[in-house]
C-alpha cells in the first residue's frame, strides 16, 4: 500500500531565497559513483541488492485501487497549523474539532479536508479515485491519467491552499523538481491547477504511483535486520549524490519516504527538496532532521545526518516522545545490536555527529564505508569470508608476525634464546599506506614517485614541492588561487616513516594539522610515528580515530589489533585482558572478512591459544589459503599448538597422530621440519614412557614420522633427527649439546 507520500513540516528560518540551481544534466541509468546497479533474481520471490552482498524479498506492487482510504479524514492528534505549528482543530468543552477554520494563536487558515473527490477530472487529464494518505503539504490523490494509456498518477496538492508560504513550495517545486532525472527518485511528470469550490486555484504536482511499501510499512512498527536496512539504504545513497551533484539537498530522508516496489527503491516526496545552503521555509521532519540547519541551511552534511537517522530508526529502538523520535542514539548498554555490531553503532555516531564538518563529506565516501560495514557483519553473521577493495587504503604491504611461534623453536637447540615477540617496526613497515586523492592537484605526480625508494622520493617530491610553489605564485600574480596540496607534504611524511625517521615524521605532520582541517590520513601517520617511537597509547589512540571516521575500512583495525598486542608484549599493563580482548576482537573481525590479511589469522592465534582456547586458534591457522606463501607456516604453527609448551597428561594420541600429518606434509625443503620433527618424536616418546598407549587407530601399525609408534622407533626418529640438526648447526656448543641429546635418546643395544 501507499502510505507516505506526506511531508511533516518543521519550516524553520526564513532568511534569504533559495539559490539558483544548474541544469540538470542528461539522465543515466548509473549512479553518481559510476556504478551500474544490478539486481538478481535469486529464487522465486528473492532478488539481491547492494553489490548481490543482501537477499531481500520482492514486494509484489499491490492493486492500487486498494490503496485507496475509504474514509479520508486527519485524526485530531496530527492536526497542526501550517504557520506556527500550534495544535488546530481539537475537541474542545464547546464540542469535537472541526477540521477547517483559522488557527487561534495565529490567525492562518487551515483545512484538512479533501478538496477532490473521486471522479473529479482536474486539468483534463487525471480523473481521481480517491485519497491516499494526507502528509505536511496536503492530501495525496490518486488517479488516472486519460491522456496517457490511462496509467496511474498521484496528486499532491497543497496543505494550505491559501498560505503564501505553501504557495511558495509548490512554485519551488515546479522550478526544478521535473528537471530531475534518476531511476531511484520519484518521477515528475506535470504540475497543474485546479479550481476551488470558493473561486481560488489550488496548484498540484503530478507523479509517478509507485504500488510497493514504504520501508516504513515494511517493518511494520518493529525493526529490519541489519542488512536489509543497509542493503536499502545503499540502493537510494546514489540517488542523493546525483541530487548533491546538482546543488540540491534531499532534505528529508526517512523511512517513511523510501519506497519498495518489487526489487527496486525509490526516495519518493520531493517537497522538502532546496538548494545547497540556501535558506528560506525550510521544511523537513523532527527526529531526523539534522541540529544545525537553522543556522546552514541545507547541506550534503544534513542529508548525511538524515541517512544516519533512517538508518537507526529502521535497525534499533530509538526514544520517541509525543510520536516523536529523540535525537539521541541508545547507547551500546541499551542497545545490544550495537554491542554485536561495533562498526555499523561507528558509522551511526559519524553520520549524526553534531558537528556537520565530522560526517561523512559525501554520499558516495558514506556508501563505499557502509558496504565496508555490511561486508564485515555478513561475514560475521555467515561465516562466510566477505572481502572488498578499499578506495582508500592500500592493501597490507607485507604481513607480519607470522613466524613468531616457528622462531621459538630455536629453543631447541638454543635454551638461551628469547622468545620472540611483535616489533613496532616490522607493523609499521607492513601496514597499508593511505591512498593518494585523486582530486589532489599534485596526484598525478606523487602517484609516480610512489613506487620509489623512500630516499628518491623524498628527492623527487621536493622537486615537486618547489613546482606547485613557482605554480602557486603564478597563479596568484593573476589573480587564480587554488587549494594547496596536502598530498605532497603527506608523501614527504610517509617516505620519512619509511625511513624510520619518525621525529622529523611527526614535526611535518604538526604543521600539516596546524594548516589544515582535521583529515583522517593524519591520525593515521601519526599513529604510525608513534609506533616507531614508542608511544603506543597515542598510538592507539590516533588508530582509534581514524576507525571512528572509517570504521568500515580494515586497515584502522589491522593496526589497534597489533598495536595492543605490543601493549601486551612490551608493557607491564594493568589491564592485559582488556587489550587481549582488544586485539582478539579486531584481529577475529579481519580474518572473518578476508582471508587475505594473513597477519591476521596468526595474530588470531597468538591471542586465543594463551586464553585455552587451541581450538579455536588452530581453526584459524588451518583457514589460511592453501595459495597463501604463509600455509606452511600456519600448518608449523599449528603443529606447536597442538603439543608444544604442554603438559604432557593433556596430550591426546589424535593430537600426536595430528602434529604428524602436519609435519609430513611439509615441503621437504623446508628448513624448519628438522626442529619439528625433533619436537615432536621426543614429545611422542615421553608421553609412551609416561603411560601413553596406543588405542588402535591411529597408531596401531601405522607409522609416526616414518617409523612405528614404539619406544624404539621413536627412539631411532629422534635420534636421527638430532644429529640432522646438529649437523646443520654453526655454533660448536649448540652442536654438542644436540649430538648429547642424540646419545641419551638413542635406541638401547645388546653389546
Not at 317 to 332: Q, T
Not at 452 to 457: D, G, R
Amino acid at each position: 500500500m501507499i502510505e507516505e507520500y506526506g511531508l511533516e513540516p518543521t519550516m524553520r528560518g526564513t532568511r534569504g531565497t533559495m539559490r539558483s540551481r544548474p541544469a540538470v544534466g542528461t539522465p543515466t541509468s548509473t549512479s553518481s559513483t559510476g556504478t551500474r546497479h544490478t539486481r538478481a533474481r535469486t529464487r522465486a520471490g528473492a532478488a539481491r541488492l547492494a553489490d548481490g552482498l543482501v537477499e531481500v524479498p520482492i514486494v509484489e506492487p499491490a492493486d492500487p485501487a486498494s490503496a485507496v482510504l475509504t474514509t479520508p479524514i486527519v485524526a485530531e492528534g496530527r492536526r497542526f497549523c501550517g504557520k506556527c505549528e500550534k495544535p488546530v482543530g481539537r475537541a474542545s468543552p464547546m464540542g469535537p474539532g472541526q477540521p477547517s477554520g483559522v488557527c487561534a494563536d495565529c490567525g492562518a487558515p487551515y483545512n484538512f479536508t479533501p478538496l477532490l473527490q473521486p471522479g473529479d477530472v482536474v486539468a483534463n487529464q487525471y480523473e481521481v479515485q480517491g485519497c491516499l494518505t494526507h502528509g505536511g503539504l496536503g492530501w495525496i490523490y490518486l488517479a488516472i491519467d486519460r491522456n496517457v494509456s490511462d496509467r496511474w498518477v498521484v496528486l499532491k496538492g497543497l496543505l494550505h491552499s491559501q498560505d503564501p508560504m505553501s504557495q511558495a513550495v509548490a512554485l519551488a517545486e515546479r522550478e526544478f523538481l521535473a528537471e530531475l532525472s534518476h531511476p531511484s527518485i520519484v518521477k515528475i511528470f506535470n504540475f497543474v491547477e485546479h479550481p476551488r469550490p470558493d473561486g481560488g486555484v489550488v496548484g498540484y504536482i503530478v507523479m509517478e504511483y509507485i504500488g510497493g511499501v514504504s520501508l516504513k510499512g515494511l517493518a511494520d512498527g518493529g525493526k529490519l535486520s541489519i542488512e536489509h536496512a543497509i542493503a536499502y539504504v545503499l540502493e537510494i545513497l546514489p540517488a542523493l549524490e546525483y541530487m548533491h551533484s546538482l546543488g540540491l539537498a534531499y532534505n528529508d530522508l526517512k523511512p517513511d519516504n523510501i519506497m519498495i516496489e518489487e526489487d527496486h527503491l525509490k526516495i519518493i516526496d520531493l517537497g522538502a527538496v532546496a538548494g545547497i545552503d540556501s535558506y528560506g521555509f525550510i521544511y523537513g521532519t523532527l527526529g531526523f532532521q539534522a541540529p544545525e540547519i537553522i543556522e546552514t541551511g541545507p547541506s550534503q552534511a544534513s542529508d548525511i545526518y538524515n541517512v544516519g537517522r533512517t538508518l537507526a530508526v529502521l535497525t534499533v529502538g530509538v526514544a520517541k516522545k509525543h510520536d516523536r523520535y529523540l535525537d539521541e542514539l541508545p547507547s551500546p548498554e541499551d542497545e545490544p545490536l550495537f554491542i554485536e555490531h561495533e562498526f555499523y553503532y561507528r558509522l551511526l555516531l559519524r553520520c549524526t555527529d553534531p558537528d556537520p564538518e565530522l560526517r561523512y563529506p559525501t554520499a558516495r565516501a558514506l556508501a563505499a564505508d557502509l558496504t565496508g560495514v555490511l561486508r564485515e557483519l555478513l561475514a560475521k553473521k555467515t561465516g562466510i569470508p566477505m572481502p572488498g577493495l578499499s578506495t582508500l587504503f592500500s592493501p597490507p604491504r607485507t604481513s607480519f608476525g607470522t613466524n613468531l611461534a616457528i622462531a621459538s623453536t630455536d629453543q631447541l637447540v638454543d635454551r638461551n634464546a628469547e622468545r620472540p615477540l611483535l616489533q613496532a617496526r616490522t607493523i609499521a613497515d607492513a601496514l597499508p599506506v593511505p591512498l593518494v586523492d585523486g582530486e589532489d592537484r599534485a596526484a598525478l605526480q606523487i602517484a609516480a614517485a610512489a613506487h620509489s625508494q623512500p630516499a628518491e622520493a623524498l628527492d623527487m617530491l621536493r622537486r615537486i614541492h618547489d613546482e606547485h610553489q613557482r605554480d602557486a605564485a603564478a597563479d596568484a600574480t593573476e589573480g587564480r588561487s587554488g587549494p594547496p596540496s596536502v598530498e605532497i607534504p603527506l608523501a614527504e611524511v610517509r617516505a620519512y616513516l619509511d625511513l624510520h625517521e619518525a621525529n622529523h615524521a611527526l614535526e611535518l605532520l604538526d604543521q600539516l594539522r596546524r594548516d589544515h582541517p582535521p583529515n583522517w590520513r593524519f591520525d593515521w601517520y601519526g599513529g604510525v610515528g608513534a609506533l616507531l617511537t614508542g608511544e603506543l597509547n597515542d598510538a592507539f589512540t590516533q588508530f582509534e580515530s581514524v576507525l571512528s571516521d572509517l570504521p568500515g575500512e580494515q586497515a584502522p583495525k589491522l593496526a589497534l589489533a597489533a598495536t595492543a598486542e605490543l601493549v601486551l608484549d612490551h608493557w607491564e599493563s594493568d589491564e592485559p585482558d582488556e587489550w587481549r580482548h582488544l586485539a582478539k576482537r579486531y584481529y577475529r573481525s579481519l580474518w572473518c572478512s578476508d582471508r587475505a590479511v594473513v597477519s591476521a589469522a596468526f595474530g588470531l592465534a597468538r591471542q586465543l591459544a594463551p586464553l585455552g582456547d587451541r581450538a579455536g586458534a588452530i581453526e584459524a591457522l588451518d583457514q589460511v589459503p592453501t595459495s597463501s606463501r604463509h600455509r606452511d607456516e600456519a600448518q608449523m604453527t599449528a603443529a606447536l599448538l597442538l603439543v608444544h609448551n604442554r603438559d604432557i597428561a593433556t596430550i591426546t594420541e589424535a593430537d600426536l597422530a595430528d602434529v604428524g600429518r602436519r609435519i609430513e606434509s611439509l615441503p621437504p625443503d623446508e628448513r624448519r621440519t628438522l626442529q619439528l620433527r625433533a619436537m615432536a618424536s621426543s614429545i611422542a616418546l615421553t608421553w609412551l614412557r609416561d603411560g601413553g598407549a596406543p588405542s588402535g587407530a591411529p597408531f596401531l601399525g601405522a607409522p609416526f614420522l616414518g617409523s612405528s609408534f614404539t619406544e624404539a622407533g621413536l627412539r631411532g626418529t629422534t635420534e636421527q633427527t638430532l644429529r640432522a640438526l646438529a649437523r646443520n648447526v654453526p655454533n660448536r656448543r649448540h652442536r654438542y649439546r644436540l649430538v648429547d641429546l642424540a646419545n641419551r635418546v638413542r635406541p638401547r643395544t645388546w653389546l
